[in-house]
């Protein structure tokens, strides 16, 4: 069973370059999140998504975009990255709301923005 | 707002000794409370939660969380702690509607021989 699954683990951009993160899980969860991690600040979300087809802004979601096309995907995008950008970046998956049931998170991927 | 607070960055306790992990939340009504754990390099993973009914929760790899509502607090606890225990820890509550959940800011556990 591979749950989530997020490509790549690590990733050096320069400032202004774009690049999409990957998010696939195989267990046909509905809801999907993306956090992304700074020490000390704990886990800020992104945007999630409650079905294919539907997304919604999370507490930072400026500088990110994302689509929700089929139920297992739910890529993450940077369009011109900045330092600001630099941390670590989390995907998860449940089957039903969050308030009603655990998260799967995938490994993460570094990412760091020079 | 529904939120979480960890007030402490580090809890360092020696192995054998029990240990307290310490959350306290904001939420209007009935709370909905989680417990995460992370392993270096990896993913968090879920541990326990509290939806209603007993106030002590009982969770992966023998953690337990007391609820107190009179204290607003949700205590990560275990009686007798592991090195392999070693890891960052996060409570979290759901929030918009339910359908996210917030974390707190984590709290950093270091179990010592």
């Known amino acids: 069973n591979a749950g989530v699954t997020q490509t790549p683990k690590f990733r050096i951009l320069k400032i202004g370059q774009s690049m999409t993160l990957q998010c696939t899980q195989d267990m046909n969860h509905n809801y999907m999140y993306w956090y992304r991690q700074d020490p000390g600040m704990g886990l800020k979300l992104i945007y999630y998504?409650?079905?294919?087809?539907?997304?919604d802004k999370g507490e930072v979601p400026n500088g990110y975009n994302v689509s929700r096309s089929t139920t297992e995907d739910f890529p993450l995008r940077l369009e011109l990255a900045a330092p600001s950008q630099t941390s670590v970046y989390f995907c998860?998956?449940?089957?039903?709301?969050?308030?009603?049931?655990?998260?799967?998170f995938g490994s993460g991927t570094q990412l760091s923005v020079l | 707002a529904q939120s979480v607070a960890q007030p402490e960055d580090q809890v360092n306790v020696a192995e054998g000794n029990p240990l307290t992990v310490k959350c306290t939340y904001s939420v209007s009504g009935n709370p909905y409370l989680f417990w995460y754990v992370q392993y270096p390099n990896r993913g968090l993973q879920f541990l326990l939660k509290?939806?209603?009914?007993?106030?002590l929760v009982k969770g992966s790899y023998g953690f337990e969380a007391e609820f107190n509502k009179s204290q607003t607090s949700f205590h990560l606890k275990k009686p007798s702690a592991l090195v392999s225990d070693s890891a960052l820890y996060f409570c979290a509550v759901p929030t918009g509607g339910g359908n996210k959940l917030t974390f707190g800011t984590g709290t950093q556990l270091k179990v010592e021989l």
């Open positions: 998504s409650v079905g294919a087809g539907i997304t």
């Open positions: 509290y939806i209603t009914g007993d106030n």
């Open positions: 998860a998956s449940s089957y039903v709301r969050g308030a009603n049931e655990k998260l799967f």
